[in-house]
Structures are given as C-alpha cells and as structure tokens.
C-alpha cells in the first residue's frame, strides 16, 4: 500500500463534501437535533492556532453527533464590525470594508483547508445589510416593547481623535492612539435595559448545569445583586435640612464607620468646585482616572477632605468628616460610601493613607479590641463588638437589627441594589449598525420607518479627519422627519459591536429574507447544544446574548431564555515568545537555535504566553497544514492537554500528529482477514467504542486520543483474524471525526459505500462489555507476593487453591501451610503463615 498523500486527499474530500453539501443541516429533518456552535471569530485578516484549536473541538463533536443519528446545525460567520477595520483605514488608506471583506475571504480559505463539518450555505457577516438590517428591526422591537432609552452618560473623549474610547483604550489617562489627555465628558447615549432582568439573569444561572462553574460566578459577580441598607447622615451644621445619601452592604459595622465618601460628580462635590478652585482641581483629576468599578479597585485611592462633617445617626455627638474620592462611582448606589476601614480593604487603604480612625467592629476569633492593628482588613464571619446595641449579634443578626431600627426611625430602608448597570450600545464610530432612529426638532427621537431598512452606511467616507466620519457625511444624514416631514438628521452613532453579536446564533438557525428570523424554525434548533470559546467572553458576551434573548421573549419574539444550554471554555494555545537585541518582537519563523535568522544575533526567549499579534508569537496553520497535511493539526490539537488547560505549541507534537496519520493509514489499509478470532481485541473495540463515545460527549478529547493509541497498538501486535480486522474497521469510524480526510481515504479504500462522514457510529455488544477474567491479589501477612488472572465469580475454594498453587507463594511459604486463609472474591487472597 502506498503512503498516505495528506495533500492530495485534504483537497480531494474538502471537494467532495462541499459538492454533496454534506453538512448542509436540514431544518424539516425528522431526527433529533444538535446545535453545535463555536464563537464566530473577528476577520482580522489570517486564522491562527487558538482558532485551530477551538474550531476542531467544535468540529469533532458535531461530525460524532452525526454519526450518531443527529441532524447537526454547526454554522460559521463572521464578527466584522469593531475598531480594527477603522484603525486600518486610518493606517492603510483603504475602506473598512474592503479591508473585512478581504479579510474573511482569506481566513474563511483558511477555515476550509482544515476540512472543518461547516455548514457554509448558512454563512453570516454582521456588516453586511442582510444581517444589521434585521438587527435594526430588532432594535425597534426593544425600542416599542420600552427596553431602549436614551439619556445622558459619561464617556472617555479623545480631544484629538474626537471619539469616545473605550475604558481598554485609555492608558493612564491617555488615548491609546493619539497619546492626549482623555477627557470625561457627557454624551447623550443609547441605552438598552439590562437592569430590568438583573434577577433573572442571576437565577436563571442556577440552571446551567452545564457551564464551567467559574463562569457562572464571574457572571454572578458582574451581576453583583447585593441586600443592604440605604441611609442618610445629616450634614452639619446643626438644624441643617441637607442630608447624605448612602448604601452600605454592611450595615452591621455601622459603629466602624470613620469616614463618608462622595463620588467627583456628586451634587456635593460640584457645588463645592464652584467656589473652591482646590475642589475643582481634583475633581478634575478624577475625572481623568478610570470609570470602571475594576480600574477604580486598583488604582491608587485618593481623597479630598471637604472640610464637611455629617452626624452618626446612632449618636447625635459623634461627626464623621466627608472626603471626594476617586473610588466612589455616581452611577452605583447613591454616589456616596459609608467608609468603614477595619472591615473594608479599599477603604483602610483611604484611612491609613489620610491618618483617619481604623475601629474594629467585628470579632477575629478571640481578638476584640477597638484598636484595628495592620494594613488588611478583615471581613471575615464574627461577634460584632464596640457596637453598643450590636454586641454579641452575629453579623446577619447584627444587618437584620440596623434595618429594622432604621426603617422604625426613618432614617433608612432595606434595599436591593445591582453592580449591573444598563448596556450602553451608542459607539462613535463608522464601522458599525447605523442606530434606526431620526431626530427631529419638534418630533424628538423617531423611529426610521420599518420599510426604509436598512439603514445602509455610505460607502464614500473618509478617515483623513479625526471623529466620526458619518457625523460629517454631506447627505446621509439628512433625511425628513418621519413623522412631520420636516427636516431632521439620523442618528450617527452606531451600535455597540456586542449586539452584533448577542442573536447571530439565531439568525444562523433561522434565514428569512424578510424578517430577524422565523421563530417556529429558530426554536427547533435553540437553544444551542454546545457553546465553545474562550473563558475571555465568560462576562459580557454571554451575559448580553443571555440578555437578548429574554428580552426578545419578552416582546413576544422568542420562547427561549437561556441561549446556550452547554458551554464549554478551552484553553490557550502557547508559543514561546522572542525578542531581538533591540527590543523588537520577533515571530517563531524569524528565529533558529536562539539567532535572530535576519542578522544572526541572538535573541531574548521569553515566557511561554497566548499567542498574540502584539508579540508576534503566533503560529499561522497555513504552512504546517502544507507540510503534514490538515489532519495531522486537528490531531495535535486534541491530544496533547486536556481542552480546557492551555495548550503548548511543539514542533515535535505535531511531527508526532502526522506519524499517527500514517500509522493509522497503514493500519486500516493493510488489514486483511484472517481465520480464528481474538477475543480479547474484540472487547478491547467494544470497550472503546463505549468510552470515546464518553469522552467526546464530556469533551474530554485528549483521553479519546489516549483509547485511540492504545486501541490502534493493539491491532499492530494482533494476528490476522476476522476480530482483528473488525478492530480495524472500529478504529476507522472511531477516528473519523478527529482525522476526517484520511479516514474518508481509507474508508474508499476499503471499499465502504458512501462517505464515512455519513456512517454511523459503531454499535457495542453488551456482551463485550463484561469481563470474564478478574486480576486477584495474593499477599502473605498484609504483603503482595503474586497476581493471578482467573474466572470471574470463582468459588473461594478455586481461588484459595490457585493462591497456593503459584510458584512465588510456594517459595515464600517454604512448604509450610498457612496458619489461615482470608479470601475476597474477585478480589483478593490473604494468606496467614
């Protein structure tokens, strides 16, 4: 038999089964669905090993649903709108689109040489009309069903792009891109109502079985639903009428409380900066810092004492003086904290660095006293204590006896509040969905009329000028008012790419060319079967697909809530990094033996990292699918470490990969029949059929492998028989959602009708499964001397005479009988001497 020509047979069976549309799914198919999806990947520009790795796990499980009798929906599209494409308009002088389109053609080139079970006729691309303009329609949707808003927000603005940055794009305090001074300033926003399923989001991940548990606490923690009480503490001077708002999750540490914090933009804090320059100074350093919860947790605390002091509403003589500080968010409770240092690590930072009082208000085992020593703070379970009423009270006790107290007094109230703010999805920007919305002096925000969709981006813009090129477009956003007819202007903000992204798997199950999708389709498949990404889209993708489509249910679109029942987060795949003498980042290709190729310097090795474009550590699949051939890829990416750990990238792996390709080759294609059987290589197939079935469904594809190896070794040492070549014909169909192009080859080879892709998974004798031989210890004293291969269910007689016919024992006892026998069946015989 020949050798195996990866190339030959990659393009071969990539042909065959595009021409059969073998992997076209069939949405009036009788047979039971499986939905199996991988986060569609951003075009930016060449598919990389982390894509390999993800897609071929994906890949895998959707051609074994296949093969066990499922009609499988396991589509492919494109994330194309974002940032990129307009940062290289701005460096390479072309289109946004031109640059994306050029883009997908390649990697989806890519995508398709790796023979992946795609099915391309349900293909999708966010920017292109076909699909942003149902997204529009569903905007209005959300928009009459009362879950979109606009209102005015703070953003970070570059004053050199004129554009809003994101909060990853402003390092410390600069745009990323221009390097000026970015500035806070209030846009008017669009806004979609999230917070309205803040309690359902949460319980509804207590259904999710099936989805890594440290997903569901990051979503749970993003959530942040938190009991406690809102409270105010009367400003001084005495008799005054103006108080401090305040939410505190403790409200147990009440008589630790030294301080009372108010956010920059806080109407206390604006009134000050109006006349006192000190005060504006720093609010305005504030505003150049961070506007996430996550930035202010870890930048440095700092504070303006405002000379104020309000009273402890447990002791009309006791004051606490009022600070601005950069930690405290507007947008969170009431703008204002209740600093208690003892039992709060940000804010005993604040109090040591501002010499404030630090009381100890919780027990820490046996220590009680006042006086708070260190520079951690504890928050840990305890006895409150120093607290006058509170003493002795645990602390749900203690929480329980400040409410009630508050609530009968009327100084305060128990609450609910959330970490989770609403979505805003306005992005100044071009390369985005156009927001469906005209403005109109006399009318306000009109909705664009459901026959004028979609709201197309003008083709002729220009990037040579800072901002946002639509907001300085001659025509397009000039339109007449829907409503009166007079003349109005299009909204010129587009849609945060995350909506982009929050329902493309139901457009994938569901194509219409006059509406989103059709529902009594789109639920046939929803929701999907197995979602695989990477753990970086844990929070917000999931929590904003999860948002949709509750909120499509509740506009009556959809009856699905969960979008994905399973999720699965792989691990990275890792490369070494290099760097040159000069501190240039240097690419795998560029460097041998530790030289950089190009000038034959040496070069820094750094750490192994994710594979990043940044630091040119990237491995592009294209070069070694050329040379091993694309099978001998998806089999180092399934082997070699369990798929949620990361995956180090090995020359020596994948050589490895592509001598198994060619071992298998020879196994299943020089196999004949022979006379006799081989039972134990029979149960051997059988016990493998059963628990690589197993390990895909658990996604374990490294153990698969495992079983595979050890499966394919042992028809290597087996004689010709008709079990050893049944073993083989196993082995093939087991494989061939791993290794498809060679096992499509072998399968013709052999003679099998149709393709193996269309085959059906192995069926297992359940008689195969029961082991009829036992492996059974036999020690003297507690001791192992021998192991003993014998009948399953012996009679203890049997096994005691066994025991004492083996030749170890015989020596060990040096013809002496034992004293006593002590037999467990199937198990173990324990000889007393």
Known sequence: MSRYNALKADAHWQGEWDARRTFAADDHSPKPRAYVLEMFPYPSGRIHMGHVRNYTMGDVLARYRRMTGHEVLHPMGWDAFGMPAENAAMEKGTHPGTWTRANIATMKAQLKRLGFALDWTRELATCEPDYYGH?????????????VYRKESAVNWDPVDMTVLANEQVIDGRGWRSGALVEKRKLNQWFLKITDFADDLLDGLAELKDWPDKVRLMQENWIGRSQGLTFSFQLLPAGGEERIDVYSTRPDTIFGASFVAIAADHPIARALAETREDAAEFIARCKAGGTTAAE??????????????VRHPFDPAWTLPVYIANFVLMEYGTGAVMGVPAHDQRDLDFARKYGLAVRRVVSDGDRTDPVFEGDEAYTGPGTIVNSHVLDGMDVAEAKRAVIERAEAEGWGSGTTVYRLRDWGVSRQRYWGTPIPIIHCAACGAVPVPREQLPVTLPEDVTFDVPGNPLDRHPTWKHVACPSCGADAVRET???????????????????????????????????????????EHAILHLLYARF???????????????????????GMVTHETYRAEDGRWLSPPEVADGIEIATGAPVTIGRVEKMSKSKKNTVDPEPIVDQYGADAVRWFMLSDSPPERDLPWSEAGIEGAWRFVQRLWRIVTTDAEGEGGDIALRKLAHRTVRDVAADIEALQFNKAVARLYTLASAIEKAQPSADRHAAAHTLLLLTAPMVPHVAEEAWAARGGAGLIADAAWPEIDPAMLVDDEVTVAVQINGKLRDTLTLPKGAPKEALEAAALASDKIVRALEGKAPRKVIVVPDRLVNLVA
Do not use: C, M, N
Request: hydrophobic share 45%; no cysteine; net charge negative.
């Open 135 to 147: 997204e529009q329609a569903l905007f209005l949707d959300l928009f009459a069903g009362g879950l």
């Open 296 to 309: 202010l947790e870890t930048q440095e605390k700092l504070g303006f004492d405002t000379g104020l002091t």
């Open 493 to 535: 903000d587009t849609l945060d790419t995350f909506v982009d992204s929050s329902w493309y798997f139901i457009r994938f199950a569901s194509q219409p060319d006059d509406r989103p999708f059709d529902r009594a389709v789109a639920e046939r498949w929803l929701p999907v079967g197995q979602y695989i990404g990477g753990v």
């Open 548 to 570: 949709w489509t509750r909120a499509l249910k509740h506009i009556g679109r959809l009856d699905i809530a969960e979008p994905f029942a399973g999720l699965f987060t792989q």
